[in-house]
C-alpha cells in the first residue's frame, strides 16, 4: 500500500508538471528572414523545421493535448454550451479550445482526488472517510477552473469598457482625417495591444472574409457582451442602415462614453466611504482604542479594587 501511494505521488507531481509546462508554454517567434533562408536552401524544408524544434514541442505538448481533448469529449453538452459563450469572452486564455478547457477540468479534479486519496494511504488512514474527502476536493478541483474562467471574463470586460473612450476618440481622429471606419479599426487593432483593440482586430479580419460589416458588428458585440459596446454597435448599424454620417456619430458616441466613464468614476468614489466601514470598525479602531485606554485600565482597575475595599 505505502508502494502504491508513493507511485501515485509521483504520477500526480508528474502530471501537474506537464499541465503547468503546457500552459505557460509558449513559441518563441522567429525572425522572418532565418525562416525564408531555411526554407529556400533546404531541400525538405518542414520536415527540418519540424526537427529543430524541442522535444517538448513534438511529442510531448501534442500528446498532451490529445489528452486534454480525449478527456474534454466526456463532459456534458450543456457545460460544452456555456463554454462556447465564455471563452470568446475571455478572450481564450493560453489559446484554449472548448474540448482543451474541459479535459484541464477533468484533469485537475481527478489529480486532486488522487493526491488526496495518496496522501491518506501513506498515513494509513481508513478507506471511507479517504474516499469522501477525496471526491469532494475532486468535484472542487473540477469547478476551479469554472471560477477562474468567470474572473477573466470579468477582467477583459472591464478592460474592455476602461478603452472604450479612448478607442472612440481615436476612431474619431482617423475618421476626420479621411481614413474609413474598417481602416480606422485597422489602425487601432496594430497600434494598441488591449482587449478593445483586439476586438476591432477581429472586426476587421471578418470583414475581410466575406461578411457584412454589420454582422462583423453583431458578433463582436456577442462576444464581448459589454453593455456599452452593444450600445455603440447598434448605434453604427442604424447609422450605416439610414446613411447617416459615420463622423457625427463617433462625435456623438465619444461625448458620451466620457461621460460615462465620468459618472463611474464619481459611483466609485462614493462607493469608497463604505468600503472603508469594514476595515475601520474591525481592524483601526479596536487598535486606537488599545492605544488609548489600554494604558489607564490597570489604574482604572486599582481604583475600583481599594473601593471595593
Not at 511529442?59 to 498532451?64: A, M, Y
Not at 484533469?107 to 495518496?118: D, R
Not at 469547478?143 to 474592455?160: A, H, M, N, T, Y
Amino acid at each position: 500500500m505505502p508502494q502504491l501511494a508513493v507511485g501515485g505521488g509521483v504520477a500526480v507531481g508528474l502530471a501537474m508538471a506537464l499541465i503547468l509546462y503546457g500552459l505557460s508554454q509558449s513559441k518563441k517567434p522567429e525572425a522572418l528572414q532565418k525562416r525564408l533562408e531555411r526554407l529556400t536552401v533546404s531541400l525538405h524544408p518542414l520536415e527540418e523545421a519540424e526537427l529543430e524544434q524541442p522535444m517538448a514541442d513534438r511529442v510531448l505538448k501534442p500528446w498532451f493535448h490529445r489528452q486534454v481533448q480525449g478527456a474534454g469529449r466526456l463532459a456534458p453538452a450543456r457545460n460544452m454550451e456555456k463554454l462556447r459563450e465564455n471563452l470568446p469572452r475571455a478572450g481564450y486564455p493560453y489559446g484554449l479550445t472548448v474540448l482543451d478547457f474541459m479535459g484541464v477540468k477533468l484533469l485537475v479534479g481527478m489529480l486532486i482526488g488522487i493526491g488526496v486519496l495518496a496522501l491518506f494511504a501513506l498515513k494509513g488512514s481508513s478507506l471511507l472517510p479517504a474516499l469522501l474527502l477525496a471526491g469532494a476536493l475532486g468535484i472542487i478541483g473540477f469547478l476551479l477552473p469554472d471560477f477562474w474562467l468567470g474572473s477573466q471574463v470579468k477582467r477583459r470586460q472591464k478592460e474592455i469598457v476602461r478603452g472604450m473612450p479612448d478607442a472612440l476618440d481615436m476612431l474619431t481622429i482617423c475618421v476626420d482625417a479621411g481614413a474609413g471606419l474598417d481602416s480606422a479599426m485597422l489602425k487601432i487593432s496594430q497600434k494598441w495591444r488591449n482587449a478593445i483593440a483586439t476586438e476591432f482586430g477581429k472586426v476587421v479580419g471578418e470583414i475581410r472574409i466575406g461578411m457584412t460589416r454589420r454582422e462583423a458588428l453583431q458578433n463582436m458585440a456577442n462576444r464581448a457582451n459589454v453593455p456599452d459596446l452593444s450600445s455603440f454597435v447598434a448605434v453604427l448599424v442604424q447609422a450605416d442602415q439610414f446613411g447617416l454620417s459615420i463622423a457625427t456619430v463617433l462625435h456623438t458616441q465619444s461625448e458620451q462614453m466620457r461621460a460615462r466613464r465620468w459618472q463611474r468614476a464619481e459611483e466609485e468614489a462614493r462607493k469608497v466611504p463604505t468600503k472603508l466601514l469594514f476595515p475601520l470598525v474591525f481592524m483601526v479602531f479596536p487598535a486606537m482604542l488599545a492605544v488609548t485606554i489600554g494604558p489607564a485600565i490597570p489604574v482604572l482597575l486599582k481604583t475600583f479594587a481599594s473601593m471595593g475595599k
